[in-house]
């Protein structure tokens, strides 16, 4: 009975957001009325998906839905899905300060579709879906760009969004014909490809890596993966309006890499050594390129992007010590770095969301996005700096007991085991993965260095009396609190939610590992 009104309500969920957004263009020249019936239907839609959480994570009823058709329940997929629409419910009552002018336009029902596209692709296991539901969100996310204040910069960021989405579109599908050639079946059963193939059907080695490669290359980009994530995703974050921003890092490249995810762990089986190294190397690339972006932008909404393209390092870094199990590496690693790559999605999801609503403040009440003409900020908007230096120090992560601390500890603490132990690799690797350890390390000094820097400017007092000042509404305010409360709680030594979520999901992977496949 759990597992079916678990499948009614995870199916409920994308025909909810599709039906709300409807109604709220119907109703959008009605004043305040699209607002009320997004934010009722976001409402709704994180009920819904709530039931799937507490029947995969208290009830434990994971199994019994595992695969239907098309569908799957499973524990990544509804603890990404609980972090798209929770942070979709904030962003729309954020949006109600934020985009006053445009609150009786299209803005809420693509809102909608957005959310709903995203956690469609959380709960199919079909590679041809996932990849469909990734192509709809990007539509729809890529309208919101054009909502941007600067209409030529945010224009120009969404072409080239679309044109890389194009782009990763063709590097699946060429995953796929790569997939049903090796198992010898007609190209007439791409469409039936899914997670379970993967998984049931062995793969030659070098057919794997090819494939696995394609997938990297497209469902990675999506994930901000080298090389093609740097090129859209610095312009598509910054341009897009502080809301869409907030969606767009906070779960939107989290939707990209759980379908990497759900691609790649099946196929490592067949070409583990290759597919580690190679994502290792792209990884590393992401990270380096991301942490120079930080260092040498000026723009706030740009330094958060490219934060974002470090932050994501972490959580592919955790998720491959389980593809490089089948090489020998012990389950304790694995399970490690597995709970601290979703420790990190979770706590990403939360961090920088806040940091990008900070953000807006700057703008919808200042006018300024260059840091350097901050000073006086804290004066004007004392709340939104203080909560900047708050995200800022957690997202840092060098400070015990801060939320980003949990999760890079347990990354960087497997690093140091790969490291250490030489049973658990190939003797020529160690050296990377040790020096994988460091780099991390100095990501993690860059991110906290450059972000409070940021914040140390708005502390400045102005040499200038600086312009009009308008305040923050209470609905913009609010989210912004809710997001701090969360990210002190996600810091929080002890046993909570989050920690018990990311061990089932590692636990889960683990699993599968040990059974040999699903």
Same mark, same amino acid.
């Given at each position: 009975?759990?597992? #079916?009104?678990?499948?009614?309500?995870?199916?409920?969920?994308?025909?909810?957001?599709t039906?709300?957004a409807?109604?709220?263009y119907?109703? /959008?020249?009605?004043?305040?009325?699209s607002v009320v019936v997004?934010v009722a239907?976001?409402?709704? #839609?994180?009920?819904? $998906?709530t039931?799937?959480f507490?029947?995969t994570?208290?009830?434990?009823?994971t199994l019994?839905?595992?695969t239907?058709?098309?569908?799957i329940?499973?524990?990544?997929g509804?603890?990404?899905?609980?972090l798209?629409?929770?942070?979709?419910?904030?962003?729309?009552v %954020?949006?109600?300060g934020?985009m006053?002018?445009?609150?009786h336009g299209? %803005?809420?029902?693509?809102?909608? @579709?957005?959310?709903?596209?995203?956690?469609g &692709?959380?709960y199919t296991?079909?590679?041809?879906?996932m990849?469909?539901? *990734?192509e709809?969100?990007?539509f729809f996310?890529?309208?919101l760009?054009?909502y941007?204040?600067r209409?030529?910069e945010? *224009?120009?960021?969404a072409?080239?969004?679309?044109a890389?989405s194009i782009l990763?579109?063709?590097?699946v599908i060429?995953?796929?014909?790569?997939?049903?050639?090796?198992?010898g079946?007609?190209?007439? /059963?791409i469409?039936?490809v899914?997670? /379970?193939t993967l998984y049931?059907i062995?793969?030659?080695?070098?057919?794997a890596?090819?494939a696995g490669?394609?997938?990297?290359?497209?469902f990675?980009?999506?994930?901000? @993966?080298f090389p093609?994530?740097?090129?859209?995703?610095?312009p598509a974050?910054?341009e897009?309006?502080a809301?869409?921003?907030c *969606?767009?890092s906070g779960?939107?490249?989290k939707t990209?890499?759980?379908?990497?995810?759900?691609?790649?762990?099946p196929?490592s089986?067949?070409?583990? %050594?290759?597919m580690?190294?190679t994502? &290792?190397l792209?990884?590393?690339l992401s990270?380096?390129t991301?942490?120079?972006?930080? &260092?040498?932008e000026?723009?706030?909404?740009?330094?958060l992007?490219f934060?974002?393209i470090?932050?994501?390092?972490?959580v592919?870094?955790?998720?491959?010590?389980?593809?490089? #199990?089948?090489?020998?590496l012990s389950?304790?690693?694995?399970?490690?770095g597995?709970?601290g790559?979703?420790?990190?999605i979770?706590n990403?999801?939360i961090l920088k969301?806040?940091?990008?609503?900070v953000?807006?403040?700057f703008w919808r009440?200042l006018?300024v996005r260059d840091?350097?003409?901050?000073?006086?900020a804290a004066?004007?908007?004392?709340?939104?700096v203080?909560?900047?230096?708050l995200a800022?120090?957690?997202?840092?992560?060098?400070?015990w007991p801060?939320?980003?601390f949990m999760?890079? /500890?347990?990354?960087?603490?497997?690093?140091?085991?790969?490291?250490?132990?030489?049973?658990?690799?190939?003797?020529?690797v160690l050296?990377?993965?040790?020096?994988?350890?460091?780099?991390?390390?100095?990501?993690?000094?860059?991110?906290?260095?450059t972000?409070m $820097?940021v914040?140390i400017?708005?502390?400045?007092?102005?040499?200038q009396?600086?312009?009009?000042?308008?305040?923050p509404?209470?609905?913009?305010?609010?989210p912004?609190?809710v997001?701090?409360?969360l990210?002190?709680?996600?810091?929080?030594p002890g046993?909570?939610?989050?920690?018990?979520?990311?061990?089932e999901?590692?636990?889960y992977? *683990?699993?599968?590992m040990e059974?040999?496949?699903?």
């Open positions: 009975m759990t597992a #079916m009104l678990t499948v009614l309500s995870t199916t409920g969920i994308v025909a909810l957001s039906f709300g409807a109604v709220s119907l109703l /959008h020249r009605v004043k305040k009325a997004a239907v976001l409402a709704a #839609m994180l009920a819904l $998906n039931l799937a507490y029947a994570f208290v009830r434990h009823d019994s839905v595992n239907t058709g098309s569908l329940v499973d524990p990544p509804v603890l990404v899905a609980e798209i629409v929770g942070l979709a419910f904030l962003v729309a %954020y949006s109600a934020y006053e002018e445009d609150l299209a %803005y809420y029902p693509l809102l909608l @579709l957005f959310t709903g596209s995203m956690v &692709m959380c296991q079909n590679i041809l879906l990849l469909l539901f *990734l709809i969100s990007s996310s890529a309208v760009v054009l941007g204040e209409g030529k945010a *224009l120009r960021a072409v080239i969004y679309l890389v990763e579109s063709i590097f060429a995953g796929l014909f790569v997939v049903v050639s090796s198992l079946m007609s190209l007439a /059963h469409a039936s899914n997670v /379970h049931s062995k793969i030659s080695g070098n057919a890596f090819l490669l394609l997938f990297m290359l497209g990675g980009t999506k994930a901000s @993966l093609f994530g740097l090129i859209w995703l610095p974050h910054s897009a309006p809301p869409v921003s *969606l767009l779960v939107m490249i990209g890499f759980l379908a990497m995810l759900r691609c790649l762990h196929l089986f067949s070409c583990s %050594y290759s580690v190294q994502l &290792m792209l990884t590393l990270t380096v991301g942490c120079i972006g930080m &260092m040498v000026k723009d706030v909404k740009r330094i992007a934060s974002s470090v932050q994501m390092g972490y592919v870094l955790g998720v491959i010590y389980v593809l490089a #199990m089948p090489l020998g389950s304790e690693y694995a399970v490690k597995m709970e790559c979703f420790y990190h979770v990403h999801s969301p806040l940091l990008f609503m953000s807006g403040v009440s006018r840091y350097r003409k901050l000073a006086g004066r004007r908007a004392p709340l939104p203080a909560l900047w230096f800022a120090i957690s997202l840092g992560g060098l400070f801060t939320a980003a999760s890079k /500890h347990l990354v960087l603490e497997c690093c140091k085991s790969f490291f250490l132990d030489p049973l658990t690799l190939k003797v020529e050296g990377v993965y040790g020096l994988y350890g460091l780099i991390y390390f100095i990501a993690a000094l860059v991110t906290f260095i972000l $820097n914040g400017h708005a502390l400045w007092r102005p040499s009396p600086s312009c009009e000042f308008r305040r509404s209470t609905a913009m305010l609010i912004m609190v997001l701090a409360v990210c002190i709680l996600a810091g929080a046993k909570s939610y989050i920690s018990r979520a990311v061990s999901v590692a636990e992977y *683990l699993s599968i059974g040999g496949g699903a």
